[in-house]
């Protein structure tokens, strides 16, 4: 007999959903029911080899379903519930009809290069209109298709429709997977209707791939780079549709920086943690696959995923700019949990990378604190507070741009610190090189086209021990007092006027000292919105509104 364990959570790396109960059905009867715990855990012992289907129901939440649970190869679970957008509304998942054309049936059958489908949402039965998206990829093993996006391997994603209509997965889908002989592999379908509520089908076949990459002989991919990404709001399909840049330091102790992608589509939905591992590959014979691999102890290895193998002769010193990746968001990925990857290229042989390390941070944020929201009398030259609980969360350091407006105005902003540039704050620790209760605060400054150290309480790089932006490491708090950096459109605020002020970007950062000092691993509280009139960002940004006095 097997035991089936698993997590119930609101989202991939988010927060446990206690008191839901889950019931197990093996061909349509009820095996066992459950109840998850308070850290969303739950567990069915005793159960025979078959596939089963999860269903979990709680008042106020979303249903879920999980289908095509295959016992003992899936001996573990992670089940997402959202809350319901309408509780009073039907919180049955949509059940979908998923078949080849509409007629002949999926699962169990072998295709050759080309695997078609059609996926139907059952209109007789209960669900909430309108479809929010239906998601159809491939996996190797049951469970890890709804993963991952990457430069040589791609998904389906079908919006606001019932019927997908006649398609396939070829080419790019299914570049990696199957072989010559045929291989096992599971088409995964996942629809989320408008109420939330989310069904996810696994299903097993048969693909042959006749690509003849799989005769090459292959060489070792180079330059691997595994950089873990925190967001502090998780993110999906339907949140946002078009992928974010942000501006981040690459390494320590340099002013290189590098634009980081901030992709919705490079996670499932209700995600905010993934792992980006980043590699070249620019030897003559070219891959029929990378596997990427996973370990927690650096000796056992657990591939995560496959996607196309390809070739390019360029590989950028740059990690963000090198041209092969793969976004690992399994859902046991978990911060302060040290990972190792590499990449293996998969021909008539196998030949492995040098690992890479990453330490995923948990999320971060920094409170907005003085000038207090709506707070009156403030001084024409304010100082401006902030949290900064970098030490909390294990990072070491974080960069911050302030963005200050007139509120009568809307768009004319009053001042930005450093004219866009980040601002960043590093407490002391044993990988940034800054003594345990010493601050260094420092920021690129566009009129004198350098780094400048505004702050350098044990002068470790400045001697003279600056203080112009001054900090408290004990209480965790960061000043920046008005126009520090001379940037600002006024000498002083306008009397008895209000203005509005925010973080503009706020993200923590952790050093790898073992790959150069690389920053591995990146938690982004808040970025820029393309779409917002004025200098908002993401939605649930804290946005504090003062008044000067006289």
Known sequence: MHTLSGTLVSEYAGGPVAGSTLKLYREGNLVATTQSGADGSFSFTTLAPGVYRLEAQQPGMAGSVLEGIRIPEM????????????????????????????????????????????????????????????????????????????????????????????????????????????????????????????????????????????????????DVAATAITLTQAVGFYDFK?????????????????????????VPEGSNLYVEVRWCYTATAVPFAFDIERSSDGTNWMRVGTVGGARSDSCPTNPFNRPFFFRDASPDLTPGQTYSYRVVARGTNRAESAPSTTTPLPPFFAPLMSPADESTGVPLTPNFTIGHPQLGIGADGAAYNLVLWDTLTGDSVAWQTLAGYNLLVEFGTPENGIPEGEALVYGFHPTVNNVVIFTDTAGVVAPTKPSLVPVNVPQGTVTMPYNFDGLAQLSALQALRTYAWQLYVSYAYKYNPAEGYRISAYSIQTWPSSTSFIRITRPGTQVFDFTTGQ
């Open 242 to 266: 078009t992928p974010a840049k942000i501006t981040v330091p690459v390494v320590k102790g340099k002013a290189e920086t590098a634009d980081l992608t901030l992709d919705p589509q490079a």
């Open 75 to 222: 001996a573990s679970v992670t089940l997402v519930q959202k809350p319901a957008f309408d509780a009073t509304a039907t919180t049955t998942p949509p059940t979908l009809i998923i078949t080849q054309d509409g007629t002949q049936p999926l699962e169990g059958q072998t295709f050759t290069n080309t695997i078609p489908f059609r996926v139907q949402v059952d209109t007789a039965k209960d669900y909430v209109r309108p479809m929010r998206y239906i998601y159809v990829a491939l996996g190797r093993a049951p469970g890890s298709a709804f993963i991952t996006n990457s430069a040589t391997w791609t998904r389906r994603i079908f919006i606001d429709t019932e019927d997908t209509g006649n398609q396939s997965l070829s080419g790019s889908n299914v570049a990696g997977f199957g072989s010559t002989s045929g291989e096992t592999v599971y088409l995964e379908v996942v629809a989320y209707d408008f109420n939330e509520n989310r069904n996810h089908y696994i299903i097993p076949i048969t693909f042959v791939n006749t690509s003849t990459s799989q005769n090459n002989t292959v060489s070792s991919p180079t």
